[in-house]
């Protein structure tokens, strides 16, 4: 199981990018998949996740009501809207098949993605 995130980039405080999750030959239609980042001299820590049984979602509370995540169904994709991007959220962004959404969105990752950058800075 291989996956990519893209859609990272440098963008102003205050500003919009969108991540992409993609499944490498398969489609993410059947998995959770949950979004982290890991910020220089940082841990990763979880940003968001989504379930594969019920469609529920989970925040971390720094991007609540900032961040979303959802389904393409159209591209068997999962994408996190990023709003209101602040400095702190200067990251690479990493998307992950997951065992369970869980809020706190703790670490049942499966299989790892490969990351993309966001920086968020004037």
């Known amino acids: 199981v291989q996956l990519q995130a893209f859609g990272g980039g440098l963008v102003q405080p205050g500003g919009s990018l969108r991540l992409s999750c993609t499944g490498v030959?398969?489609?993410?239609?059947?998995?959770?998949i949950g979004w982290f980042r890991q910020a220089p001299g940082k841990g990763r820590g979880g940003v968001s996740c989504?379930?594969?049984?019920?469609?529920?979602?989970q925040y971390a509370d720094s991007v609540k009501d900032r961040f979303t995540i959802s389904r393409d169904s159209a591209k068997h994709t999962v994408t996190l809207q990023m709003n209101s991007l602040k400095p702190e959220d200067t990251a690479v962004y990493y998307c992950?098949?997951?065992?369970?959404?869980?809020?706190?969105?703790?670490?049942?990752?499966?299989?790892w993605g490969q990351g993309t950058q966001v920086t968020v800075s004037s």
């Open positions: 989504i379930s594969e049984h019920n469609g529920r979602t």
């Open positions: 030959g398969f489609s993410l239609d059947d998995y959770t």
């Open positions: 992950a098949t997951s065992a369970y959404c869980l809020p706190g969105i703790p670490d049942t990752v499966h299989s």
